[in-house]
């Protein structure tokens, strides 16, 4: 797959944008704040409906407008089709394919995109969040339908929680709440989907991040993958209880029904809790994904090169996973920022991993941060407008 061609309207510092990219590696070079990550940004929201870098999509639209629109033309082989999104500042976004209007949740059926950046470090440094929405936003990318799921999830989780909280402040308790089962079922059999993909996805992932581990960091760590379950009694909010893993369906052949039981009995067990607490403590909403390296949790043990040597395994890994089963093509590689912050060898490791994708998109302030292997293309930005842009002749010269 290649992004051929990228326009952008009212998006972040752009007012307006064209910007054409070629197969192989494309380089975006400019000063910290002209725009680059912009564009980065822009690509990977078609792949996962979402920024690598704010939660929320106003922050994308550009002050004093209402909306941006984000273009994109991709090629498959022969094949072209046109994307476009429209993000409202208030109100739901909407999306386009080669001009047809279409569910926004439709737009990663034909965009995969793997986005490497300096705020991947949360994934391994941060609270359990940052993990699930790696996992899930990958989970989307295998499985478009997840979408839905997750969105489903997060809205029946959202109504039972508010039960939950007005059943608290009115003193309600234990069997009177007799609508709370009305939830539970639903919280169960969608939280059962997404627990399932999710323990599938840490086994697919597992040789993977252990192969490009090695090939990142030039040693071998071990490491490991293992999604600590609510339901098996795990608590993320315990920092102690990081170092071990509690009772639960921890392989991916766990049956449905087996999950769907253990979610009941946790339900059940929490019940007082969540109504004294009015918050939903038992679901994927409160698991974490463990990383260890040396047997040891890469939060709190690791060294900064290992967790970077974690996260861009983790990012090389999801690539490889969706080249192997995609009909698309290659992902899109995008390296945002990351040369900058990688040693000498990481930086000449992570590049000859990479060069073999169909297209690699990489971002850096200082040009010679990037190997000169994925410098095949350079696009200069500054404030928000693309100033010049050069291709190679060759292997040598600019």
Do not use: C
């Amino acid at each position: 797959m290649i992004v051929e061609q990228l326009s952008l309207v009212d998006f972040r510092n752009y007012a307006a944008a064209d910007v054409t990219l070629s197969a192989g590696a494309n380089v975006f070079v400019g000063r910290n704040g002209q725009g680059k990550t912009n564009l980065a940004e822009a690509i990977g929201y078609f792949a996962t409906l979402g920024s690598h870098r704010v939660s929320q999509d106003a922050p994308m639209v550009r002050d004093g407008a209402d909306a941006a629109i984000v273009r994109m033309r991709l090629a498959y082989g022969d094949r072209r089709v046109v994307l476009e999104a429209q993000l409202n500042r208030s109100g739901s976004n909407k999306a386009r394919v080669n001009g047809s209007p279409v569910k926004t949740s439709e737009l990663p059926r034909y965009a995969q995109v793997v986005l490497f950046a300096p705020e991947d470090l949360q994934i391994v440094r941060s609270d359990p969040s940052a993990r699930r929405r790696f996992a899930d936003q990958l989970l989307i990318q295998r499985a478009p339908r997840m979408a839905g799921v997750i969105a489903d999830y997060d809205r029946v989780l959202k109504q039972r929680t508010a039960l939950l909280k007005s059943a608290r402040a009115r003193g309600i308790r234990g069997d009177a709440l007799s609508t709370l089962e009305v939830w539970d079922d639903k919280l169960v059999q969608l939280g059962t989907d997404v627990i399932r993909a999710r323990l599938a996805l840490a086994e697919d992932l597992a040789g993977p991040v252990a192969s490009a581990y090695t090939a990142i960091a030039g040693a071998d760590h071990r490491p490991e993958l293992e999604w600590r379950l609510s339901i098996g009694g795990a608590d993320p909010d315990d920092e102690d209880d990081a170092t071990s893993t509690a009772d639960g369906p921890a392989a991916a052949g766990a049956s449905a029904e087996e999950i769907q039981r253990q979610f009941r009995d946790a339900l059940t067990a929490r019940r007082g809790a969540e109504l004294e607490r009015g918050l939903t403590l038992v679901g994927p909403h409160r698991d974490d994904l463990l990383l260890r390296v040396r047997g040891l949790p890469v939060k709190g043990y690791a060294s900064h090169g290992e967790s970077w040597s974690v996260v861009l395994a983790l990012r090389l890994a999801s690539a490889q996973l969706l080249r192997a089963q995609s009909q698309l093509g290659d992902p899109v590689l995008i390296l945002d920022d990351v040369f900058a912050e990688l040693d000498v060898d990481r930086r000449a490791r992570l590049a000859g991993l990479v060069e073999g994708y169909e297209q690699v998109v990489v971002t850096a302030a200082v040009e010679e941060d990037v190997s000169s292997a994925l410098r095949a293309r350079t696009v200069r930005v500054v404030a928000g407008t693309i100033v010049a842009d050069s291709a190679r002749d060759g292997d040598d010269g600019e």
